[in-house]
């Protein structure tokens, strides 16, 4: 897996430690020869992963709508920069150059974003690892949450398998690699 798609938030987050482990993610990809696809910003966590990648001999390519280009503060440093006009094409061209998806903490659109790809996964779209790198625990109330649409009968518990969950870069991108995909079939 040499492409690496993470998704996380244009915002520091209120705990410190949101932006020091999205820089150590960074640094891990950099050490490991991984290029990391982005949404394209300079600020929050996007902008800490994107500047520890670089800072550590990593390539970067950002992919940002042109609508966001300010709001989001482009990055201006990237090994590539693709601008976009919508974030439907912003999220197909990620898919398109990754090879691997993770979420870091962030809102709604980090959110929908690795959901996305998540599903397509569940349906056999594509065979990539979907990970997420869980800071602080971030993620344990979404992770509850899968579970309980799983027990509520709503989610196959193999989709739930599929997820690859850690709370270290090293581990998480080991794990990626691991990864050997499966597809459960929703309707027998």
């Known amino acids: 897996m040499k492409?690496?798609?993470?998704?996380?938030g244009s915002s520091k987050g209120?705990?410190?430690?949101y932006i020091e482990h999205a820089e150590k993610f960074g640094e891990e990809l950099a050490n490991n020869d991984r290029t990391l696809i982005y949404g394209g910003a300079q600020v929050g966590c996007m902008g800490a992963l994107a500047d520890a990648t670089l800072n550590s001999g990593g390539k970067v390519i950002g992919v940002i709508p042109q609508r966001l280009k300010a709001v989001e503060i482009a990055h201006d440093q990237l090994t590539e920069?693709?601008?976009?006009?919508?974030?439907?094409e912003r999220k197909s061209k990620m898919a398109e150059l990754a090879d691997g998806f993770v979420a870091l903490p962030g809102g709604a659109g980090t959110l929908e974003e690795w959901f996305e790809v998540f599903t397509w996964s569940q349906l056999g779209v594509h065979a990539k690892p979907?990970?997420?790198?869980?800071?602080?625990n971030f993620f344990d109330p979404l992770i509850a949450m899968l579970d309980h649409t799983i027990e509520q009968g709503f989610m196959n518990k193999d989709y739930r398998e599929m997820i690859i969950i850690s709370s270290d870069p090293k581990e998480l991108l080991e794990k990626m690699d691991a990864?050997?995909?499966s597809y459960a079939v929703k309707w027998t």
């Open 81 to 88: 920069l693709h601008v976009v006009n919508t974030m439907h």
């Open 3 to 8: 492409n690496l798609a993470v998704f996380c």
């Open 130 to 136: 979907c990970g997420l790198l869980n800071i602080n």
């Open 179 to 181: 990864y050997s995909p």
């Open 14 to 17: 209120i705990n410190s430690v």
